[in-house]
């Protein structure tokens, strides 16, 4: 069966760096996205991306964030200066079309110190 | 607006039928979905309804949806310790993004 990759399982990093996270969307999905969820908390979306471009972003997703789709394959997601706050599960998602199942990754924990 | 709710936490005894419910604020949502979340592990989706639908059934699973009401529930009949887990609902609507917007989270304790 298909499946969203996600990697690393789990990051730790000292306030102020910059970390990637990465993802591998399944192969024939067109609409992208990232999604937080800081522990105990619901999960929140932060951005959705489709034919290379953000289609929409939440309050969450501010300058410190970016997304990219470097080689058609990887979907990654960068935070510049991370900060304490930035603890959390982040989870990638796929979907084929709009209306479609979302298909998500087993998240990368990271953790800000 | 944009928000979904569930109560936090419900405890059932195997073998018995377990419910958990979910509410939502947004009715031009056009899928509602279950997903759940075992402990440390990712969002697996359980299940979804079309806003059309009032019911749903999936062998031990059952879903209805009022929608005047804007009320979502999950029935898991003969409720297994390996059902313990959180569980939340979402929502996405026919708009150009399509992303999901999650409840809070229902914690299924399972206890023998």
């Known amino acids: 069966e298909p499946e969203v990759t996600q990697t690393p399982s789990h990051q730790v990093t000292q306030m102020g760096q910059e970390v990637i996270l990465r993802c591998v969307p399944i192969s024939n999905h067109l609409y992208f996205y990232w999604y937080r969820q800081i522990l105990g908390q619901k999960v929140e979306f932060l951005v959705s991306?489709?034919?290379?471009?953000?289609?929409?972003k939440s309050e969450i997703f501010d300058d410190q964030f970016s997304v990219e789709r470097p080689d058609g394959s990887n979907f990654t997601l960068k935070i510049r200066s991370t900060k304490l706050e930035d603890s959390a599960m982040y989870f990638c998602a796929s979907t084929g079309g709009l209306n479609t199942e979302a298909f998500f990754g087993q998240g990368t924990r990271l953790t800000v110190v | 607006g944009e928000d979904v709710e569930q109560s936090l936490f419900l405890s059932v005894r195997e073998g018995d039928s377990s419910v958990i419910n979910c509410t939502y604020t947004?009715?031009?949502?056009?899928?509602l979905y279950w997903y759940k979340q075992e402990p440390g592990a990712g969002l697996q989706l359980l299940t979804y309804i079309f806003s059309n639908m009032d019911m749903k059934q999936d062998q031990r699973l059952t879903v209805l949806l009022n929608k005047k009401d804007k009320h979502l529930s999950l029935r898991i009949a003969d409720t297994q310790t390996g059902d313990s887990a959180i569980y939340f609902c979402a929502e996405s609507k026919r708009d150009n993004t399509d992303k999901l917007i999650f409840g809070t989270g229902t914690r299924l304790q399972v206890f023998p």
């Open positions: 991306f489709y034919n290379n471009e953000i289609s929409e």
């Open positions: 947004d009715s031009s949502s056009t899928y």
